[in-house]
């Protein structure tokens, strides 16, 4: 059965249908949502990053119990700085409570987390904006939401020096909102990243350019639905390196709105780094940018291939170009422990 199938009939047990449309948030700029989060190197110079991605917990069901130990497994092995869920947190509801109950083991041990919501977290019995309310009362978490642009769970977080000698960031952290279905039938299919979300994206990162003396500040971007590069990188030119696990093709939209373009513009991106598509957890160069499945961290209330379960962790070291990731199994097994871009350069 692939992921449709799948997908399709678990909406026949009684998955509620998806909100295709996300409004924007009403502008307001005197807002404190509009101010990033910003957090500090280690004094070690360090700072690490756990991904989890498509846990699709649902409450009370026995299919999630090895959701829930893998995500307290991986927290308890990696001790990171902050924790970013790139969506499908939840798979069914009640909602609050499937929230609440997977993303407790982080708030539990006062790790700072932020989400980016997946197409299907705001199917069941609380709307995206619900939902994300919801995750924003949950002790530690940092998102803020970006206001008067299309979605939720927009987002950045910026890494300042260690030592407090200054509020210039090292490196920024954006979050989309990659949404759930579009609204225009002529373009039905997954969701896309938005005009105004890239406009923002722009804004913020020629913001941080400007406050780093003109020079792009390095990236990473995080969200659940991978872009259509993904796709043409991988099937259409032969001018990539990949590795990791492919296991199924990507699911991007069916639109290409230009996040990737705006990103080779701005010079500071050096990664996406997605979820959506269970049975892959690879790592890809191409044209210069590095496009990153996080490792599948649910269980059985979906399809999952790729097995056992996980996390990805992303490093970023003060002063020093690049980043180090690598995959954290359910068990122990450590993978693809790679330096970025160094690994890559054959």
């Known amino acids: 059965m692939d992921r449709r199938d799948f997908i399709r009939s678990a909406a026949v047990a009684g998955i509620a249908a998806a909100t295709p449309r996300i409004p924007a948030r009403a502008a307001s700029p005197a807002s404190q949502a509009n101010r990033p989060k910003s957090f500090r190197f280690r004094p070690d110079g360090t700072f690490k990053i756990v991904q989890f991605t498509d846990t699709h917990y649902i409450a009370g069901d026995e299919r999630s119990e090895r959701a829930l130990k893998n995500v307290i497994e ?27 109950e997977i993303l407790a083991p982080i708030s539990e041990r006062k790790i700072p987390f932020a989400v980016a919501l997946g197409n299907h977290d705001g199917q069941y019995d609380l709307g995206r904006r619900q939902v994300f309310d919801v995750v924003k009362t949950i002790p530690y978490n940092v998102n803020q939401g970006i206001e008067g642009i299309y979605g939720d769970s927009n987002d950045v977080i910026s890494i300042l020096p260690s030592k407090g000698e200054g509020e210039c960031p090292q490196w920024a952290l954006y979050l989309f909102d990659s949404g759930d279905s579009t609204s225009d039938p002529d373009l039905k299919g997954y969701d896309y990243i938005h005009a105004d979300q890239i406009d923002w994206y722009r804004r913020q990162s020629q913001a941080f350019r400007k406050m780093n003396g003109g020079n792009p500040v390095p990236a990473l971007a995080f969200f659940h639905i991978p872009v259509p590069e993904f796709t043409h990188g991988l099937r259409y030119e032969t001018h990539r390196d990949l590795k990791g696990n492919f296991g199924e093709e990507p699911c991007p939209p069916k639109v290409n709105s230009g996040l990737f373009l705006a990103m080779k513009e701005q010079h500071d991106v050096q990664a996406i780094i997605c979820g959506h598509d269970h049975d892959n957890d690879y790592a890809m160069r191409w044209r210069g940018m590095f496009f990153i499945y996080g490792r599948f961290s649910g269980c059985d209330t979906v399809y999952n291939n790729l097995k056992p ?19 954290r199994c359910y068990g122990g097994e450590v993978s693809q422990n790679l330096r970025y871009p160094d690994s890559f350069k054959n």
């Open 74 to 100: 991986m927290l308890d092995a990696e001790k990171p700085d902050l924790v970013i869920h790139t969506g499908d947190i939840i798979f069914g509801k009640p909602a609050e409570k499937s929230l609440r």
């Open 309 to 327: 379960n996980g996390a990805r962790v992303i490093q970023l070291t003060e002063g020093e170009p690049g980043f180090r990731s690598w995959v």
